[in-house]
């Protein structure tokens, strides 16, 4: 009966074999209920709720809001021709350098460098934004509102966690399952059968959708988190530089007082452009860190991603259902579970690649940021420099004022 119940197939296939681990269960408590939702099912329902695209959409529009209103503040305080020409050459992608280099000089800011980087980080945002609503939002609704798209998101997951109960229940029932006769029985529990394997590869793709989705919500959770903390760096060389210099400037001053101070200026000049030297050449070792690039590597995870949800269950689900055991069958068999176990590969490694590919460009920029306020720092000196080189009795109350005039800290 049990053979004819089950169909008799048993672990008899490659795919099988490669698939299955059996750990028998010597007792069975008469007490012991049904079969339970497996932890790690329930584990990957959670993750899926954790890492949304409709979350990654949302980070994503406050990162582009939050940018462009850093960007407006650099524009309004900046209605220059150099900076007109500059905005221009940013869209026509020639001279920005050289440009950039005259306003962002010593005597001059670091607007215009800011300025790029958040360029590049709008357009990167406003790119993966456009892509993540193209590619993986239609996977699971084609409503467009925020909260619809949420809502959508949430309730396809709680889809996903009642499929997975009704296959226990399936399972349960067939466990249970005692016909009345060998007729009418074989009949009714191929009808179970037929019903359990449909459910089975519908909770499989539905799963793969949201494990692989919560894949790619953890990837662009870690970029709008580094853009995040990147963005809050900007934030104080744009409105607070202040914040960059020491706060025991009072004694900092007093002592540079009784130097050189035409030597002090000449060697930060000197450091400054050595400084600049070594900011360009960051700028050339990461000339391949662009939009293209990022383009490409998003467009490979989501095509295996793909793979994963469209195409690799219903092949599983007919590889392992299969109960032929002749020589052709092994081989084809054989050649597929190569190449599915290779697509999944292919996939994990297509995910650790754009998280690398934003993991640098992150590196990168907070590289780019050390050297933007090591020049900005130096940019203070000097200007203390030329506010003090004047002054005939500089005094404690002179200095404390003047820092509290320029918001520095008076400690």
């Known amino acids: 009966m049990?053979?004819?119940?089950f169909g008799g197939k048993g672990i008899d296939t490659p795919y099988e074999h490669k698939q299955m681990e059996y750990h028998p269960e010597l007792?069975?408590?008469q007490h012991k209920k049904g079969l339970q939702l497996d932890p790690q099912i329930i584990r990957n329902i959670e993750r899926a709720k954790d890492f949304t695209i409709s979350q990654s959409l949302f980070d994503y529009d406050n990162l582009i809001q939050n940018i462009q209103e850093l960007m407006n503040t650099i524009e309004t305080r900046n209605r220059t021709e150099d900076f007109k020409l500059f905005k221009d050459a940013l869209n026509t992608k020639k001279k920005v350098v050289d440009i950039e280099n005259k306003l962002?000089?010593?005597d001059g800011s670091g607007d215009a460098e800011i300025y790029h980087i958040l360029y590049?980080?709008?357009n990167s945002?406003?790119?993966r934004r456009e892509f993540l609503d193209k590619k993986f939002r239609t996977q699971f609704t084609n409503k467009t509102d925020a909260e619809q798209i949420q809502q959508a998101e949430n309730d396809s997951i709680d889809e996903w966690h009642q499929m997975q109960n009704q296959f226990i229940d399936l399972q349960n029932q067939l466990a249970t399952y005692q016909p009345s006769d060998e007729e009418e029985g074989s009949s009714e529990a191929d009808i179970y059968m037929q019903e359990a394997a449909n459910q089975e590869l519908a909770v499989n793709n539905k799963a793969s959708l949201h494990n692989t989705l919560a894949d790619t919500g953890y990837i662009h959770r870690n970029r709008t988190t580094m853009f995040n903390q990147i963005l809050g760096q900007l934030q104080i060389l744009v409105n607070s530089p202040q914040m960059l210099m020491p706060s025991d400037l009072k004694d900092c001053i007093m002592t540079m007082a009784t130097g050189d101070l035409t030597a002090i200026k000449a060697h930060l000049i000197l450091t400054f452009?050595?400084?600049?030297?070594d900011q360009n050449a960051l700028k050339g070792a990461y000339i391949m860190m662009d939009?293209?690039?990022e383009d490409f590597i998003s467009n490979q995870q989501w095509f295996h991603q793909q793979l994963e949800t469209s195409v690799n269950n219903p092949l599983k689900n007919w590889l392992y259902n299969q109960s032929d055991t002749n020589h052709a069958f092994n081989d084809l068999a054989d050649l597929l579970v190569g190449s599915l176990e290779h697509t999944q590969k292919t996939y994990k490694n297509s995910n650790n690649d754009l998280l690398k590919f934003y993991q640098q460009e992150s590196t990168y920029y907070a590289n780019q940021i050390a050297f933007i306020q090591k020049k900005e720092q130096i940019r203070q000196f000097l200007r203390i420099i030329e506010d003090i080189g004047d002054v005939r009795s500089l005094t404690v109350e002179w200095i404390t004022n003047y820092l509290q005039a320029h918001g520095y800290s008076t400690v």
């Open 2 to 5: 049990v053979d004819e119940l």
């Open 27 to 29: 007792s069975y408590p």
């Open 104 to 106: 962002c000089g010593y």
């Open 120 to 122: 590049k980080m709008l």
């Open 125 to 127: 945002c406003t790119r």
């Open 273 to 277: 452009n050595q400084t600049k030297k």
């Open 291 to 293: 939009d293209d690039k």
